[in-house]
Every structure is written in structure tokens, then in C-alpha cells.
């Protein structure tokens, strides 16, 4: 059987479209903001494990990362969990000496899990270290089978290129300084 080139072209794009790559990890929707300033952690989930839906999601808070605080999100239970810090900080006139370490995200049911083809995601927010540099989120996510580790970070650097599962990645930038302009 003989297929004119349009056509070929055409059934090639088909194919392509439909290829495109799956989402292969879990990343933040805003991948950088300045040093000092509160920040709106998205993180979003693409896909669960093996096909299996996701039914948890665990934060682990760095170092330096202040008061974190979990969205609520319908359909989920969500917990903290307290640390000792390592260097307490003062936070509207009291001395903070634990702060939240863990945030866990948990499906109250199995209709309430994210199914493997879905997308979806986990917020919470929280105040940035006053210095800049990468700020690595360790994530486990639990699935109905399985689980995925999203806690490999490279040895230096920030490049996550080789890494199976990489812990998510956020660049604390400089500080941005006011500009006064007349």
C-alpha cells in the first residue's frame, strides 16, 4: 500500500501529539522568588506511581523555610508535624524555638484519591530564608500501590539531569531591592 507524504506527515503529527512526555515528577509551579519573602509553595502531581492513584502527599520543610502552613484541600486530611529548630527566630514578638518539619496530605477516601491520568496540586506557604541559594523540598507521595521518594539531591550544584527522583527544587534568589524613582 502506497501513503502520499501529506498524508504521512499528517499521521507522524498524530503520533507526536499524543507522545508527548509524561509528567515525570513532582515540581513547584513557581520555581524561584526572592530571599526573605513569603512564598506560596505549589507543588504539583502529575501522575501517581505505576498507574496506581495517589493517595499521600509528604512535605518535608528545610532548613530555613519559617512557619510553614498547609492549604486545606476537600476530600483530604491534612497534619503537621513539629521539629526542633536549629537556630530558633522570633515571629511577632515570641521566640520560635519548633517549627512545622512535616506536612502530610492524606485522601479521606479512595473516590478522594488523584487518579493516575489526573493532575493536581498541594499548597502551602510559608517565609523564605534571608539568603539565597536552593532550597530542596524532599516529597514523598504514597499510591494505593507503591510509592515514589521524591527526596535525590545533587551532590553540588542544583542540576537534577540524572537523578531518579529528584526532591523538588527552588531557587532562592537575592533579595529584591526597592527602587525609588522620581
Known amino acids: 500500500m502506497h501513503f502520499s507524504f501529506a498524508t504521512k506527515l499528517i ?4 503520533i ?4 508527548t512526555p509524561a509528567f515525570s515528577h513532582i515540581v513547584l509551579e513557581t520555581t524561584s522568588a526572592p530571599a526573605g519573602s513569603s512564598y506560596k509553595a505549589v ?8 498507574g496506581s492513584p495517589t493517595t499521600g502527599v509528604t512535605v518535608q520543610i528545610p532548613a530555613g523555610f519559617l512557619g510553614a502552613k498547609p492549604y486545606p484541600k476537600a476530600g483530604w486530611t491534612v497534619s503537621t508535624q513539629l521539629g526542633k529548630l536549629a537556630k530558633p527566630y ?9 517549627d512545622v518539619a512535616l506536612v502530610s496530605w492524606k ?9 493516575d491520568a489526573f493532575f493536581d496540586e498541594f499548597v502551602l506557604r510559608g517565609k523564605l530564608p534571608a539568603s539565597p ?5 524532599k516529597v514523598l507521595q504514597t499510591c494505593e500501590n507503591g510509592s515514589n521518594d521524591w527526596s535525590d539531591i545533587p551532590a553540588s550544584g542544583s542540576a537534577t ?5 529528584p526532591a523538588v527544587l527552588l531557587e532562592v534568589k537575592p533579595a529584591e531591592t526597592a527602587q525609588h524613582h522620581h
Not at 90 to 98: A, F, M, Q, Y
Not at 133 to 137: A, C, S, T, V
Open 11 to 14: 499521521a507522524a503529527c498524530a
Open 16 to 19: 507526536l501529539a499524543g507522545a
Open 43 to 50: 507543588f504539583l502531581v502529575g501522575h501517581g506511581c505505576q
Open 90 to 98: 522570633d515571629s511577632h514578638g515570641k521566640r520560635v524555638t519548633e
Open 107 to 115: 485522601a479521606a477516601s479512595r473516590e478522594a484519591a488523584l487518579p
Open 133 to 137: 541559594g536552593p532550597l530542596w523540598f
Open 161 to 165: 539531569q540524572g537523578l531518579k527522583f
